[in-house]
């Protein structure tokens, strides 16, 4: 069965406040989907909470502007009283900012702007809201449009001293309070102003100015202590907007701007100027697409080619390194059968002279043999025979194949070695010990020949690829600098501007998709101006479709607000 209040349709509940619910509500009689609010049941009993409930209802009721929330009907059911309002689709600025963390800058001031109008307007109706802050304030589209609601101890500005009297607590929430509210004095519009102050200082630096562990001490602060200075999160924030910020938050209100027509005349000047940096691109650094898509296909490039050639130096480099592996094991199995008899026979001078043969060659850097007890019989390096062969460490050996194995060694000056060991065989009998080192020299040379060769190929593809890229992406900046300029003159009301270029790729659609836009505005333009021109004056000859309009000079500010921005 369906819930109702009077001729309302509730349909679920949407949230509670301290004093209120809200319910999802429905209007058969014109088949509207609204917000209902009703007092909760612990205060609808007393009149006093009954009183201040109402009051919104009255303040908000008479204000009919774009940043208010809508009243559509107000009254009492059963002892409930309700206002039926305009369900705002859209959170409120303080999930907002938690959502999106920091905001940008302009929108930070559209969201001021709005407030300022708003109050502003409210204010010239004489009713102040006297509870500003970013629960009250529902943003209803990313972009940043925003409506002030809650208007639960809103005052009309000829009813302030009954109000005043009436009340015996202090409306506000701390944080968001002037030092006027706190005292108890008589507020108008300069107290709500004094809040939006906070809520701009808490958006510019993602906290309140004053904070405190206890709700004595954060008065006291607000009413004693100085501004701490804002530290914005955004390090381009415009000084002037902080000079804003500063002069709101005055405790002494007359220093305060004082309407919110006055802070939105300087808001607007400090819109105006950074929209005016963005359309120059003063004040923001980017790196043009010259820049940055060389720099990455350069990068892509340099780390895919390096990755390629470091595999092939690392397949070549072990192919080298088995070649050399399966010369220095041939070679001493070789020698090894060549020198079996001989050790057989204990020949030394075979042995020796063997050995010494080998020696002669370019890349053997020592020769030795040993008999089965380990003393050497022959060795290249002119060892005293008899002398022990001295012993080969595991940790040293790269390879073993059957009975050979291959050891990597180095002498005293660094010189790397390979070192091959193999034993001497009679008929399956071993004799001894034939030992074999290699000089790497010649391969560490081919491979450095071979990284050599790899880099240049490197340097010779990214050369390629920097021209490559940089010419290209310079193709690309030229059209979008001519279409950057003829979207600048749109901004400017001159809808003459066509972009007369012709390509054969996407960007000849993107100068017709301009071209259509600029021949639809001045033709909108043109209509505008002869409606006006027949309707004041039949016979005047036309107007240009286009024209220059000087701007008004700025109004007289009040003396405690900040010196205009600069561009």
Request: proline fraction near 5%.
């Amino acid at each position: 069965m369906a819930i109702t209040l009077g001729r309302y349709i509730l349909r679920g509940e949407l949230g509670r406040g301290a004093m209120s619910v809200i319910h999802r509500g429905y209007d058969p009689r014109i088949r509207r989907i609204l917000a209902i609010k009703t007092l909760r049941a612990e205060y609808a009993a007393h009149e006093a909470h009954r009183h201040r409930f109402l009051t919104e209802a009255r303040a908000a009721g008479t204000l009919t502007h774009p940043g208010i929330v809508t009243i559509f009907d107000v009254g009492v059911v059963n002892g409930v009283p309700f206002i039926a309002m305009e369900l705002l689709d859209g959170p409120t600025l303080e999930s907002f900012v938690a959502q999106h963390k920091r905001l940008p800058l302009r929108t930070i001031l559209r969201i001021a702007m709005q407030i300022a109008d708003a109050l502003d307007y409210a204010h010239r109706e004489g009713v102040i809201h006297q509870d500003i802050k970013p629960e009250n304030i529902v943003v209803t589209s990313d972009s940043g449009n925003v409506k002030l609601t809650d208007f639960g101890i809103a005052r009309l500005r000829h009813t302030a001293q009954e109000t005043l009297a009436e009340e015996q607590t202090i409306a506000g929430t701390p944080h968001f309070m002037s030092p006027e509210q706190i005292r108890g004095d008589e507020v108008d519009g300069r107290s709500d102003l004094y809040s939006l102050g906070v809520v701009l200082y808490w958006l510019l630096s993602g906290d309140t100015p004053f904070r405190a562990d206890n709700v004595h001490e954060l008065l006291r602060k607000i009413l004693t202590e100085p501004l701490p200075p804002p530290k914005p999160l955004d390090p381009a924030t415009p000084q002037a907007l902080l000079d804003v910020v500063r002069t709101l938050l005055d405790r002494d209100p007359t220093e305060r701007y004082q309407t919110g027509a006055e802070l939105l005349e300087d808001l607007q000047r400090i819109d105006d100027a950074l929209a005016e940096q963005e359309r120059n691109w003063q004040g923001r650094r980017f790196i043009s697409l010259r820049l940055s898509w060389t720099a990455i296909m350069s990068v892509l490039v340099a780390v895919t080619v390096s990755a390629g050639l470091g595999w092939v130096y690392h397949r070549q480099n072990e192919a080298m390194t088995r070649l050399a592996y399966d010369y220095g094991l041939a070679l001493t199995e070789t020698l090894a059968l060549e020198s079996a008899e001989d050790l057989l026979l204990e020949d030394r001078i075979a042995l020796q002279a063997l050995v010494d043969e080998m020696a002669r060659k370019r890349d053997i850097a020592h020769v030795s043999i040993s008999d089965r007890s380990g003393q050497l019989v022959a060795s290249s390096a002119g060892s005293a025979s008899g002398a022990a062969q001295g012993p080969l460490s595991e940790a040293q050996r790269v390879a073993r194949q059957g009975h050979q194995a291959i050891y990597s060694i180095s002498d005293g000056e660094g010189r790397a070695y390979f070192l091959f060991d193999t034993p001497v065989l009679y008929q399956n009998h071993e004799l001894g010990r034939l030992r074999l080192s290699m000089s790497t020299a010649a391969l560490q040379a081919a491979n450095r020949a071979t990284m050599t060769a790899l880099i240049a190929v490197l340097l010779a593809t990214l050369a390629t690829v920097l021209v490559g890229v940089y010419m290209l992406s310079r193709r690309l900046v030229v059209p979008i600098e001519i279409l950057r300029r003829a979207l600048g003159q749109i901004a400017q009301g001159r809808f003459d501007k066509r972009i007369r270029m012709r390509r054969n790729d996407e960007f000849e659609r993107l100068f017709s998709a301009y071209n259509a836009m600029a021949d639809s505005l001045e033709a909108r333009m043109f209509s505008a101006h002869s409606h006006k021109r027949n309707a004041a004056a039949p016979n005047v000859p036309p107007a240009p479709a286009t024209r220059l309009v000087d701007a008004p000079p700025p109004r007289t500010r009040h003396h405690g607000k900040p010196p205009a921005p600069s561009g």
